[in-house]
């Protein structure tokens, strides 16, 4: 009998989607260092995503980025997933590495450049249309630098009638999930910088777009947990970009830097009934591995999501609501810090070998000699990454 039986059924609900992109070179603007075994196809990114699922039982789907993972056919590519036990999930779109894009995608004030943008929205959902994707998700690195550059009113007109134009095109099941970023690239205003901003345009396009919250995407001092719990409340939190920051967007192993503030998240998620496929919530993974190994980066991450969920779901919630509602301040706080205190390691060891999975995933990958395998069969071509 472990800590962990009487909340396996809940925990067997986990599901972490990881993103192709972190499988390829990427890191800081400075510079990306290139690593031996690096995919240099979007098929060898999912044959690595495989391998985190198959040691951990948490990864079951993968998110492609376009243009990065473009193919030409992309039911070849889903049948391709299928065979390595994948599913292929949110499909990323870009408009942010275009010289077109200078001053604004969606939100330009030449409709040209917005209608290009949108273009390229419309082929996303035509890749989502061959793949079975659910989710759009849509990142802008729209804004500008300084006062007076741009009109803000316009550009959240221009916005909010892009992305108008992008609903309308979504078809049955499928959704758009809008991101936000409160700086960088944009250092003086950006044009969806809070989830205010995002689930304000959401709520006017409609049930089918819902809010993507960035964990490294929110000022210091913010409190990340709030924003789950409202979004929860309110229907329009769709899709977690799981991942940690010291500083800014820095993108590191999720948990590393705050392994209490994931706890935190994690029990909102509980709180919420996040973890039940009806409740729509995707956890996905965004994170660049710039100096550690990248599939070992990708392990450890989800294994870290897993371990705070199992901490979240073992919070007496009942003996919580009754301190909460006798004023009981010290023993509210006692009951989360007992759970978060809990070592949940050996019970979810366990839980791993009754699944049939290694009991410690990296020191599996370690001696599966899948790293010098690809090291070995990886040589020539052009490695995937975005450069620097």
């Known amino acids: 009998m472990t800590v962990i ?18 499988y390829g070179n990427s890191g800081t603007r400075f510079k990306v260092f290139a690593t031996p075994g690096t ?72 409709a040209a450049v917005r209608n290009k943008a949108i273009d390229h929205m419309y082929e996303c959902i035509e890749v989502m249309n061959v793949t079975g994707s659910r989710d759009l998700k849509i990142w802008l690195a729209d804004g500008s630098n300084y006062p007076g550059q741009a009109d803000m009113r316009s550009r959240q007109d221009w916005l909010q009638d892009s992305l108008l134009k992008v609903y309308d095109r979504l078809g049955d099941g499928q959704r758009l999930v809008l991101e936000y970023k409160f700086f960088e690239p944009a250092f003086y205003h950006t044009d969806v910088p809070d989830w205010g901003t995002s689930y304000a345009h959401c709520l006017q396009l409609g049930e089918k777009a819902l809010v993507c919250l960035d964990t490294g995407h929110h000022a210091p ?50 709180r919420g009934d996040g973890l039940s496929p009806e ?31 199992a901490r979240a779901l073992l919070i007496d919630r009942t003996a919580l609501t009754a301190a909460q509602e006798s004023g009981d301040v010290l023993g509210a706080n006692a009951i989360m810090m007992d759970a978060f205190y809990t070592d949940v390691r050996p019970g979810l060891a366990q839980w791993r070998e009754t699944k049939g999975l290694p009991a410690d995933p990296m020191e599996a990958y370690r001696a599966s000699g899948y790293q010098d395998r690809i090291n070995t069969d990886r040589q020539g071509g052009q490695q995937a990454g975005w450069g620097a």
């Not at 992309?74 to 779109?93: C, F, K, P, Q, R």
């Not at 591995?289 to 969920?309: A, C, D, F, W, Y």
Request: a negative charge; hydrophobic letters at 45%.
């Open 39 to 110: 995919p240099r196809t979007v098929q060898e990114k999912i044959a690595d995503a495989a391998m985190v699922h198959r040691l951990t039982g948490l990864a079951p789907s993968v998110a492609l980025h376009i243009p990065w993972d473009k193919v030409d056919d992309y039911g070849v590519l889903s049948s391709y997933a299928a065979d390595h036990g994948m599913e292929l999930g949110t499909i990323n779109s870009n408009t942010f590495q275009d010289d077109d894009y200078k001053f604004g995608s969606l939100t330009h004030s030449d």
């Open 279 to 309: 409740s729509g919530i995707a956890l996905m993974l965004d994170q660049c591995h710039n100096l550690e190994e990248k599939i070992p980066g990708q392990i450890r991450s989800v294994l870290n999501v897993q371990e705070m969920t």
């Open 221 to 270: 001092g913010t409190n990340i947990e709030f924003i789950v719990a409202q979004l929860i409340r309110l229907g329009k939190l769709g899709s977690f970009d799981f991942n940690s920051r010291f500083y800014a967007d820095d993108d590191l192993i999720v948990g590393a830097a705050d392994p209490f503030q994931l706890f935190r998240i994690m029990a909102e998620v509980v």
């Open 5 to 22: 039986d009487d909340i396996a059924a809940e925990l067997d609900q986990l599901a972490i989607e990881v993103p192709s992109w972190a």
